[in-house]
């Protein structure tokens, strides 16, 4: 019988999280899924139905993270794979953006994965075996004006994934950064709705000439969580139709 494999996925009840839950578990990982909106938790476990767990919690306060990841352990089991989804966006100009709103960003978008992969690293290392990955931006790999906070925040996961990646090699341990582009979510349409104009301009940038659908995502990371990725790691992985190409 195989033995069971646990991937912990932060904002795991909606949009790209659950299309990554659900191809994690359709090859058979036990799913943990983590959100702030209970709601979204129990319709995402009443699909997946087996092998999904769930838990209520707010990435961005960080001294709830150890613990967290203890109870995960304890209480489910070793977690083989933590995909750093979870983030906030936020759509302001540098001059017009608060330290508050600075912050915010910052704590749940780049503090979090780093207090998240490090208490999942120490772990890992133990066990001399594990996979991190962290949800990056097109913002990541490219400028884009307007989203000064979202785009910093998103930019260091690059450095940081590259600079584990050095680090935990020698215990087996991949780690790598995808970056989605304009991928339909919910608020994708929400936002698109607001602004036509803006998302003509970007999708007559994009080369494969349509906007990503959360499975463009979810597919990389199943496969950088399969055996056929296990010499692929510190890479910044970009899927976004060849946006970030076209500038």
């Known amino acids: 019988m195989a033995k069971k494999e646990v991937a912990l996925i932060t904002g795991g009840g909606t949009g790209i999280g659950f299309a990554i839950a659900k191809k994690l578990h359709s090859m058979n990982k036990t799913v943990v899924l983590t959100g702030r909106r209970k709601e979204k938790l129990l319709q995402a476990k009443k699909i997946?139905?087996?092998r999904c767990h769930i838990?209520?919690?707010?990435?961005?306060r960080l001294e709830t993270i150890p613990k967290?990841?203890?109870d995960i352990?304890?209480?489910i089991g070793p977690i083989n794979y933590l995909i750093n989804n979870a983030g906030m966006h936020l759509r302001k100009i540098a001059v017009e953006t608060t330290d508050e709103e600075w912050k915010?960003?910052?704590d749940t978008n780049l503090n979090s994965v780093f207090s998240l992969s490090r208490e999942c690293a120490k772990?890992?290392?133990?066990?001399?075996?594990?996979?991190?990955?962290?949800?990056?931006?097109v913002t990541t790999i490219m400028g884009l004006p307007d989203v000064t906070a979202y785009a910093t925040s998103k930019t260091a996961l690059s450095g940081l994934a590259r600079t584990l990646a050095i680090?935990?090699?020698?215990?087996?341990?991949?780690?790598?950064?995808?970056?989605?582009?304009?991928?339909?979510?919910?608020?994708?349409?929400?936002?698109?709705k607001k602004d036509p104009n803006r998302f003509k301009k970007i999708l007559s940038r994009t080369p494969l000439d349509r906007f990503g659908k959360v499975e463009d995502i979810s597919n990389?990371?199943?496969?950088?969580?399969?055996?056929?990725?296990?010499?692929?790691?510190?890479?910044?992985v970009p899927v976004d139709g060849g946006f970030h190409s076209s500038f």
């Open 68 to 70: 967290l990841v203890i």
């Open 220 to 236: 990389v990371v199943g496969f950088l969580c399969s055996a056929d990725a296990k010499f692929i790691t510190g890479t910044t």
């Open 123 to 137: 772990k890992m290392i133990r066990r001399k075996k594990g996979n991190i990955i962290l949800v990056g931006s």
């Open 48 to 50: 997946l139905k087996t």
């Open 55 to 60: 838990l209520e919690h707010d990435i961005s």
């Open 167 to 192: 680090e935990l090699g020698k215990y087996s341990i991949n780690v790598n950064c995808i970056c989605p582009g304009f991928i339909q979510t919910d608020i994708f349409k929400r936002v698109r």
């Open 104 to 106: 915010n960003v910052i």
């Open 73 to 75: 352990e304890k209480k």
